[in-house]
């Protein structure tokens, strides 16, 4: 088949001519992005944390992407288990699992402070990273 003219692709319908488009006006703010990026070695704990997050989230209907499940960091340490060298070769395996989650929220700083306040277990690492997106740019439009 031919190539598509440019006089035909002048015509063509947008990518989903149901979803309305939303013209920014000048009085929107910005709608900051703020992804929250939680780093435990116990999973049990780093999905207990994410699975509270999320449901305060969704309890005060903010658009919430995830939790992402990031890839497993495993840290290895391969050691001799005689100091001195003598005796037979044997070797101790250490492994440390580090897993990594990351959440992503639409909304206000001020909720995510109040959200971000529950009991956080001490073995989870907690990262707020903020940026600002306009809010065509948080529904997925160009």
Known sequence: PAAPHASNMA??????PMKPTKVL???DEPLPKI?????????????KVCNELKSQALD??????????????????????T??????????????RIHKRVIDL????????RLTSIS????????????????EDAEGGM
């Not at 992804?35 to 999905?47: C, D, M, Q």
């Not at 100091?83 to 440390?96: F, H, I, P, V």
Request: hydrophobic share 30%; glycine share 4%.
């Open 83 to 96: 100091a001195c060298g003598e005796g037979t070769n044997s070797w101790d395996r250490l492994q440390m």
């Open 25 to 27: 006006e000048e009085d």
């Open 11 to 16: 015509t063509a319908l947008p990518a989903n």
């Open 106 to 113: 639409h909304s206000n700083t001020e909720v995510v402070k």
């Open 60 to 81: 005060k209907r903010l658009r919430v992407t995830g939790p992402v499940r990031m890839p497993t960091k495993k840290l290895r340490i391969t050691t001799r288990k």
């Open 120 to 135: 956080i277990d001490p073995d989870v690492t907690v990262e707020v990273t903020i940026s600002t997106t306009t809010r």
């Open 35 to 47: 992804r929250i990026t939680l780093t435990s070695r116990s999973v049990a704990n780093l999905e």
